[in-house]
């Protein structure tokens, strides 16, 4: 089940997400970022540094509403929730959680205290390194890039599931879902070993848009109390070093006792801890400060440190209060597994070069490791290419010079004179053909006047107004050129520019077979009056001969009647 992606929508394809993945569990496809979800330790950094909110998560959202209608919900709140709102007491948030609909609510703490305990175990084995395996994304990390150190992780489950075993227990029949700022723990219900422990889990960035829809505002809702509640060695366990400070911090020193946080620190740790030669227990987080900061919790307005603040607030508040849960007797032991993945492992060095050609990189000098592409280096890029992570145009260096090459070629190759001004109408760019159409060299009218230089100004028929476009005719009156004229302005970068195709040749052909079509028709003209007129004379003639021919005739036929009387 895909947990963290992104909407192909809203991707804009700007690979910040690929830069700032510790892990490259991205991959860009069609011009869309896609999380390889075998690849990815869920540590949410690249929903939290998206430019435009991308992000798609697995949502319990609906199920947990259809639940609260029909089941009894159990809630197990992390004790980070303080830092979701500004409130005027933190205990307003289970006054918003219960007009959502949940009515049972502990704290996760609860379960905390029962891993806590487990550690101080751990502390005393012969292992040389033990690393806590609270935070999921460590988990993960551990699992997926840092098998050989399976063995160091502590075999306990994370406080999230401890305190779901003893909410099973006490609640047989009812749905357990959790709450925080965490997005690795959506994936850590799903781990084989711990399955069906937790029904659903919820963000407090999902709750937060929940509260919105249901039209709740939480500085107006009662302060309200947990129903079962553990106590501060537990509650701290969400910032970093929160879980060695009640447990193992207190036992003989026999450990040296680290805290990272941080993915990069974190890797940057497990890469050089071979090299380290005492016992260690070593308290990790992905998140920087720990799931005090956690990436499900984004909407909050909160600064890091306030969020750290505003929990230690919430410790204190509650510093005299009794526990009012005792821990249950559960089993709190788990394995860990190496996870196969598809990995980019490394890339004969043939098929890495073939890759670098093809990227216009063929020395050195040409790799600039911009990092633009989301890669540190050109040959990262190159072999995410060939792991069929990255494609090949995610360059934008090479996209550029493509560009610059193919827009220098069309500038120079062009029959059609183009000029670029500046916005005081100095001229910055002139090509080849607008030497030979304006009749002046380059050299002689680069950064001067446009108008001056070339005693012409077609920029005057621009409206500034409108669309920053005019098309039409012009004439160039001192090399007598007709020009088709493209002109236009471009604000953003404060340009004119304009082509002028030569249509002289066109526009006196035009004009010559204008005049032919004129002489034509009017020979005609003359030719059919010429006609007529004959034709009316012809017509004349004719009426007159005819005449004279009926009355010679008539006569004739006259005689030869006379005549034949007399015989
Ligand atoms: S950060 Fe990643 S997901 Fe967000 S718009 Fe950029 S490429 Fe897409
Ligand atoms: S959640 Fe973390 S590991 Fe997963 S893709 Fe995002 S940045 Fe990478
Ligand atoms: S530090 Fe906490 S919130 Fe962040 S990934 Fe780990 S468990 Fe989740």
């Known amino acids: 089940m895909s947990i963290i992606n992104f909407s192909k929508e809203k991707c804009r394809n700007c690979y910040k997400c690929i830069r700032n993945c510790p892990v490259k569990a991205i991959k860009l496809k069609d011009k869309h970022a896609q999380i390889i979800q075998s690849m990815c330790i869920g ?9 435009h909110n991308a992000k798609q998560i697995h949502s319990d959202v609906d199920t947990i509403k259809k639940w609260l209608k029909t089941e009894t919900v159990v809630l197990s709140l992390s004790a980070v929730f303080p830092t979701a709102y500004y409130l005027d007491h933190p205990r307003q948030y289970l006054g918003l959680l219960r007009e959502l609909g949940f009515t049972i609510i502990e704290e996760t703490s609860i379960g905390a205290e ?44 994370s406080p999230m599931i401890a305190h779901g075993k ?99 620190d974190c890797m940057q740790f497990l890469d050089e801890m071979h090299q380290l030669d005492k016992k260690y227990w070593i308290e990790m987080n992905t998140c920087d ?28 508040m509650n510093s005299k209060k009794p526990a009012t849960e005792n821990i249950s007797d559960i089993e709190t032991k788990r394995s860990f ?8 492992g490394e890339v004969p060095e043939a098929e890495l070069e073939k890759i670098l050609n093809q990227m216009s990189k063929f020395s050195e000098r040409d790799e600039l490791n911009c990092g633009t592409c989301g890669y540190e280096t ?77 005693d012409y100004n077609p920029f005057k028929k621009l409206n500034y107004n409108k669309a920053y476009l005019y098309t039409g005719k012009g004439h160039y009156e001192r090399e007598n050129r007709i020009f088709m004229e493209i002109l236009t302005y471009i604000p953003e ?8 195709i030569d249509i002289t040749k066109q526009e006196k052909q035009e004009q010559d077979f204008q005049k032919m079509q004129e002489e034509t028709l009017s020979m005609a003209q003359r030719v059919i009056d010429k006609q007529m007129r004959v034709a009316h004379e012809i017509a004349g003639l004719l009426g007159e001969t005819t005449a004279e021919t009926k009355v010679t005739l008539t006569k004739l036929q006259k005689v030869v009647a006379s005549r034949e009387v007399e015989i």
């Open 43 to 51: 540590c949410g950094i690249c929903i939290a540094t998206c430019p």
């Open 114 to 157: 029962a891993v806590a305990e487990a550690y101080t175990k751990e502390y005393d084995s012969d292992q040389k390194f033990v690393i806590s395996s609270s935070c999921a994304g460590i988990k993960n990390l551990i699992e997926i890039y840092y098998p050989q150190y399976l063995s160091s992780l502590s075999r306990q489950v």
């Open 166 to 264: 003893i909410l099973r227990q006490k609640y047989p029949n009812a749905k357990i879902v959790y709450a925080g700022s965490c997005l690795a723990k959506k994936m850590e219900v799903n781990d084989a070993d711990v399955r069906g422990i937790i029904d659903g889990v919820l963000t407090f960035d999902e709750i937060d848009v929940w509260m919105k829809e249901e039209n709740i505002i939480p500085n107006k809702m009662p302060v309200q109390e947990f129903d079962a509640i553990g106590t501060n060695t537990g509650r701290l366990y969400p910032v970093i070093g929160g879980l060695a400070k009640n447990s193992v911090e207190k036992l003989d020193g026999s450990r040296k006792i680290l805290r990272i946080d941080g993915v990069k």
């Open 289 to 316: 400060e720990g799931c005090v900061n956690g990436p499900g919790n984004l909407h909050s307005a909160l600064s890091k440190y306030e969020k750290v603040e505003m929990l230690q607030t919430y410790i204190d």
């Open 337 to 344: 597994h190496k996870r196969p993945v598809h990995h980019l």
């Open 378 to 454: 050109c040959r990262d890029k190159a072999r995410a290419v060939y792991w069929n992570m990255a494609e090949l145009d995610m360059c934008l260096p090479l996209i550029s010079s493509k560009s610059e090459a193919i827009s220098n070629l069309i500038i120079t190759t062009t029959p059609n004179a183009i000029a670029v001004l500046d916005k005081k109408f100095r001229i910055i760019e002139f090509n080849d053909a607008a030497e030979r159409l304006f009749n002046v060299k380059r050299e002689e009218v680069m950064r001067y006047n446009f108008i001056d230089a070339l």
């Open 493 to 500: 970068q404060e340009l004119y520019m304009g082509i002028f």
